[in-house]
């Protein structure tokens, strides 16, 4: 069974950092592009990052771009997002999904793992 | 970026009718269109890809149509478990890949 679960979330101050993991199990990590998206409360979905299966190439959206970093460790199945330099409107639900190639869509998504930034 | 646009935003039906929802793309997009629904604190859930294929699992009530920058998801006969809100999504490279901004649906 395809499984996707992320952790990591919680509450952080604003200007702090947070780590959050997708913990990927029950098919081939390593062949599947990976993705984050996120989900503001009450709003509609944003795309955030994505790295490719080997971890060579990733993509940033500008509202991250130099304060997020997208990683994955595929000897642990184990998708990353360190997230630096947080404000409020970076509190959301932060969802991992799978893609198998360019003519795939996003399958499988992660439970998701909330994100507040306040004081 | 590749903007989506959905419509309506919201929408009030009954059950047993027939629902269409629109999803326009700023530029050509083929068919790199996915449509998901998500029900309150749940992750979204995969409907259609490619425009128009089925994602295994899913009633055939659901079907998509298009292509290029115009697409429709249509549920033939609403059921009780279709109220939810709609995203379509392209996935057209390279990222971003951008969503709509949902279509609420509610019960009459």
């Known amino acids: 069974e395809v499984q996707l679960v992320e952790s990591g979330g919680g509450l952080v101050q604003p200007g702090g950092s947070l780590r959050l993991s997708c913990a990927a199990s029950?098919?081939?990590?390593?062949?599947?592009?990976m993705h984050w998206v996120r989900q503001a409360p009450g709003k509609g979905l944003e795309y955030v990052s994505a790295?490719?299966?080997?971890?060579?190439?990733?993509y940033h959206a500008n509202s991250v771009k130099g304060r997020f970093t997208i990683s994955r460790d595929n000897s642990k199945n184990t998708l990353y997002l360190q997230m630096g330099s947080l404000t409020t409107e970076d509190t959301a639900v932060y969802y991992c999904?799978?893609?198998?190639?360019?003519?795939?869509?996003?399958?499988?998504w992660g439970q998701g793992t909330l994100v507040t930034v306040a004081s | 970026d590749i903007q989506m646009t959905q419509s309506p935003s919201s929408l009030s039906a009954s059950v047993g009718d027939r629902v269409t929802i629109t999803c326009r793309a700023s530029?050509?997009?083929?068919?790199?269109l996915n449509w998901y629904q998500q029900k309150p604190g749940k992750a979204p859930k995969l409907l259609i890809y490619?425009?128009?294929s089925l994602q295994g699992g899913v009633p055939s009530r659901f079907s998509g149509s298009g292509s290029g920058t115009d697409f429709t998801l249509t549920i033939s006969s609403l059921q009780p478990e279709d109220f939810a809100t709609y995203y379509c999504?392209?996935?057209?490279?390279?990222?971003?890949?951008?969503f709509g901004q949902g279509t609420k649906l509610e019960i009459k």
């Open positions: 999904a799978r893609r198998l190639g360019p003519t795939h869509p996003f399958d499988y």
């Open positions: 029950g098919f081939t990590f390593s062949s599947y592009a």
């Open positions: 790295i490719s299966p080997d971890g060579v190439s990733k």
């Open positions: 530029q050509t997009i083929s068919t790199y």
């Open positions: 490619a425009a128009s």
């Open positions: 999504q392209q996935s057209y490279t390279p990222p971003p890949y951008t």
